[in-house]
């Protein structure tokens, strides 16, 4: 049953994170005003952010259980693909955070440009390691 609840939680996360990344967050900022659209996207990858530090942590810890309870390898690639995903979730939006916001107000070495393609870049391998958790885990029996 683990193994289950396991792959619907990697699939559920990947498709929250195809949501925000190709409807919600371009949505926001093609029909509201840009300075409204900004805001409710920095809300909405804030609380994306804190969802996928605890559904990373959650998978880490059923990948974990089930290598224990099987007799697999402790860091296999399934706690690696969703270590892989928290890391990206910690450097892309909790460390890029405030730069992105120095950067606004005309501080710091990099430009906001810079910073938002460094940031994009995290969250599109997190989209990547997720849906080869998902993908992973559905094809297991």
């Known amino acids: 049953m683990l193994i289950r609840l396991r792959a619907v939680l990697a699939a559920l996360w990947g498709g929250f994170l195809l949501c925000v990344a190709f409807a919600a967050a371009p949505n926001a900022f093609a029909t509201l005003e840009r300075a409204q659209a900004g805001v409710y996207v920095a809300r909405l ?8 530090l605890a559904v990373a942590l959650i998978l880490m810890l059923m990948a974990r259980r089930l290598a224990r309870d099987l007799g697999g390898k402790a860091f296999s690639l399934d706690f690696l693909l969703p270590a892989g ?15 992105l916001a120095a950067a606004k107000a005309g501080q710091g070495g990099l430009s906001f440009g810079a910073l938002h393609a460094i940031s994009f870049a995290f969250f599109g391998l997190k989209i990547l390691l997720v849906l080869a958790l998902a993908w992973r885990s559905s094809a297991r029996p």
């Open 45 to 52: 990858f804030a609380l994306e952010a804190n969802t996928s």
């Open 85 to 99: 995903a928290m890391f990206c979730t910690v450097a892309g939006y909790h460390a890029l955070q405030p730069l």
